[in-house]
């Protein structure tokens, strides 16, 4: 059995996103690290909601804590052998999960590149998400309302970043053009777009000044989130760490990755399911589930385990 570990993005944070994880004891030393970084528990912040959730430094910490947290309690059990991506912010976690970064690093980067984000796209500018339209159209609708394609999910369905007025036009256009989703989504950050070449420019600088670790035995291996390649050089690995920031990703190569890798079972770690829900019709062969599809830990190990 091989398992697919898939880092989940910003935009599915709610109250319950730590459910599972927030009473174990292996995930106590995630909880502990971000606690300074966000001011307070990540669990009761998550568990208060409100708009705070949606914040583009609080996000990020958050969606890094969800995924370490989740991976700790897994780790404990010794899952074998796994390959992890992650999706947007997703990737940074990834590093920590593959034993790359102490989780301490994966947090405090997680605000750096938040920060750095922020400084470097001013108000107004957000992400919307489309499905049902060939990427091509996709891209020239982009472009005729001067934004960018940010993500390629699947060959129907990708991201675009811009201004918010320019983005409620661009769906408003989509969905007249046949498309089957066309949204704004809760972000406020045009990721993965070249507004933020001095954002991933500042985040090098900060990557460069972080120890890296060697991977412990039976870590998962790491793919890139910037184009599904696997990281064996840490130097180029890290370029397209901060690189992704300004370049516009191709999650659909990283799930052709896992599958390439032989991945039978998938796994989606942080809030929500938006990343299964696209494995599903990216691996139809593979099981899929979101970490919040179960209701205990025990019955999530027993399907790593290979239960049904």
């Not at 949606?54 to 796994?82: F, M, S, Y």
């Not at 992400?127 to 999910?153: F, M, S």
């Not at 933020?196 to 985040?203: E, K, N």
Request: hydrophobic share 50%; net charge negative; charged share 20%.
């Amino acid at each position: 059995m091989t398992l697919a570990l898939l880092l989940s993005g910003q935009g599915g944070q709610h109250p319950g996103m730590f459910a599972l994880t927030a009473e174990r004891p292996e995930a106590e030393g995630v909880f502990a690290a971000a606690r300074p970084i966000l001011g307070e528990d990540p669990r009761d912040l998550a568990t208060a909601g409100g708009p705070r959730l949606h914040e583009n430094r609080t996000g990020q910490v958050l969606c890094c804590t969800a995924a370490l947290a989740a991976w700790a309690v897994i780790a404990a059990d010794k899952p074998g052998r796994a390959v992890v991506a992650g999706y947007s912010i997703g990737d940074l976690a990834a590093w920590g999960v593959a034993g790359r970064l102490t989780p301490e690093a994966v947090l405090r980067l997680a605000a750096q590149r938040a920060e750095v984000m922020d400084a470097a796209s001013g108000e107004g500018f957000g992400l919307a998400g489309l499905r049902g339209l060939p990427l091509d159209t996709i891209r020239i609708l982009a472009e005729r309302h001067a934004c960018d394609l940010a993500i390629r999910n699947a060959p129907d369905s990708g991201v675009v970043g811009g201004s918010r007025v320019a983005l409620d036009a661009l769906c408003t256009e989509a969905l007249a053009a046949g498309a089957r989703r066309a949204v704004v989504l809760p972000v406020h950050t045009p990721s993965h777009t070249p507004r933020l070449a001095p954002a991933a420019a500042a985040f090098a600088d900060a990557l460069a000044r972080e120890s890296l670790h060697r991977p412990p035995p039976g870590a998962p291996r790491l793919l890139s989130g910037l184009d599904g390649a696997p990281v064996f050089d840490a130097a180029k690995g890290l370029d397209k760490l901060a690189g992704q920031i300004a370049q516009s990703i191709d999650w659909a190569a990283c799930l052709d990755a896992a599958r390439e890798f032989g991945a039978t079972r998938v796994l989606e770690l942080g809030p929500g399911h938006a990343l299964a829900t696209m494995a599903r019709a990216a691996m139809p062969d593979a099981r899929v589930h979101a970490l919040e599809d179960f209701r205990t830990v025990e019955g999530l190990l027993g399907w790593i385990g290979g239960g049904d």
